[in-house]
Structure formats: structure tokens, C-alpha cells
């Protein structure tokens, strides 16, 4: 819950700062972090299917809307007028870009190291100095996480992707120790002597 949120837990309301989802599961070591918005299915369906495709455990946030104690908390992200002011749509090997007119970005501020919204067009800024979204990169994917405030937008999509081995993968893969003990295995149990209980 946002603070200010009143329910039955908190109500004069919420004085808790609600935890980031994705900044949680980045934290965690998770190896596929992505986000998306439960009404907007032409962006939910394909990333749910790039999070089964995964392998490993995925992990998505969906932004949802609750009737009853939160309703309308993501009017600026799925209302089709204000979306495109506040959504930016993450791509791999993309700028970031968004706007009605995709006409702001963000670069990163080498003074502070934190990622700052520009307007491509004004005091010098083009798109060549856009930042391009890389989903293998977990610094970047920390930064995006983190980012809030006014003038500054909500992303979606893949924050990060690693591709890493699963445990399953590991576990079962062939390894030289065991082809050898089973070598010695298979030695012991047919060589010698070997007799029938019947």
C-alpha cells in the first residue's frame, strides 16, 4: 500500500513505505525480473510468455488495480491519454524512450549516478544520447528500479534477464566423478564371483 492508504489494518492510514517489488526480487538474486499491467494484455501476454520461457524461477509484478483500497492508483498508466506521458516501454537493445511523441529519454547523470529524464531536442540533447536498454545488465536494471518522481516514467517490460544454468540442468548434467564411480560400480557388482538367489 502507498502511505496515506487506509484499510482495516491502518486506518488513518498507511505510514509504511511500501515495498518495490522489483527493487525486492533484484536484491534477491532473482535471474528474470520484469514488470507489466494487468489490463494491458497486448504488454501482459507477451511477458508472462518471455517469463515462462525462462529458465529458472521468474519473477513479475503486475500492476493491478483494487477496488476497494487502492481504485484508480494507475489511472496515469492505463488511461490511454496519460499513458504514454508516464509508461516507458523497456526493449532490449533499444533507446529508452517515451512520450506522446516519443520525444523524452533518459541518460544517466554522471555526477549523482542516478538516470535523469531529458527532452530529445533541447539543450543539445539527441537520440544517439539516449540509453539503450540492456536487460543483461544489473546495474542498470538497480537504477530503473529505482527511479521515481515527477517527470520521470514507470517503466515496463524486462528489467533483467540472466541466463543462467538451473539447478535441474546442474544436477543432471553429465559429469566425469560419476561416469567414473558408476564405471567402478558396474566392475564391482559384475566381475568375480556372482551367484543367484533364488
Known amino acids: 500500500s502507498r502511505l496515506g492508504t487506509r484499510?482495516?489494518?491502518s486506518p488513518q492510514g498507511s505510514a509504511d513505505k511500501p515495498v518495490h517489488a522489483v527493487r525486492f526480487a533484484l536484491g534477491s538474486g532473482a535471474t528474470f525480473v520484469a514488470r507489466s499491467i494487468d489490463v494491458n494484455a497486448k504488454h501482459l501476454m507477451p511477458t508472462l510468455a518471455k517469463a515462462h520461457a525462462h529458465k529458472g524461477t521468474p519473477f513479475v509484478e503486475i500492476l493491478q488495480d483494487c477496488i476497494v483500497?487502492?481504485?484508480?492508483?494507475?489511472?496515469?498508466?492505463?488511461?490511454?491519454k496519460s499513458?504514454?506521458?508516464?509508461?516507458?516501454?523497456?526493449?532490449?537493445?533499444?533507446p529508452m524512450i517515451w512520450g506522446p511523441d516519443r520525444e523524452r529519454g533518459l541518460v544517466l547523470d554522471t555526477r549523482t549516478l542516478t538516470l535523469k529524464a531529458v527532452k530529445i531536442g533541447e539543450?543539445?540533447?539527441?537520440?544517439?544520447?539516449?540509453?539503450?536498454?540492456?536487460?543483461?545488465n544489473l546495474g542498470l536494471a538497480q537504477l530503473l528500479a529505482t527511479i521515481?518522481?515527477?517527470?520521470?516514467?514507470?517503466?515496463?517490460?524486462?528489467?533483467?534477464?540472466?541466463?543462467s544454468e538451473t539447478l535441474?540442468?546442474?544436477?543432471?548434467?553429465?559429469?566425469e566423478a560419476q561416469a567414473?564411480?558408476?564405471e567402478r560400480l558396474e566392475?564391482?557388482?559384475?566381475?568375480?564371483?556372482?551367484?543367484?538367489?533364488g
Open 83 to 94: 499513458a504514454p506521458e508516464n509508461l516507458l516501454h523497456l526493449e532490449h537493445g533499444e
Open 168 to 175: 535441474e540442468n546442474h544436477c543432471h548434467a553429465p559429469n
Open 148 to 163: 521515481e518522481g515527477d517527470g520521470m516514467p514507470t517503466p515496463i517490460g524486462v528489467f533483467y534477464k540472466e541466463p
Open 123 to 136: 539543450d543539445g540533447v539527441v537520440e544517439a544520447d539516449i540509453l539503450v536498454h540492456d536487460e543483461t
Open 180 to 182: 567414473v564411480v558408476r
Open 187 to 197: 566392475k564391482l557388482m559384475t566381475g568375480g564371483h556372482t551367484w543367484h538367489v
Open 7 to 9: 484499510s482495516p489494518t
Open 69 to 80: 483500497f487502492n481504485h484508480g492508483i494507475f489511472d496515469n498508466l492505463t488511461d490511454k
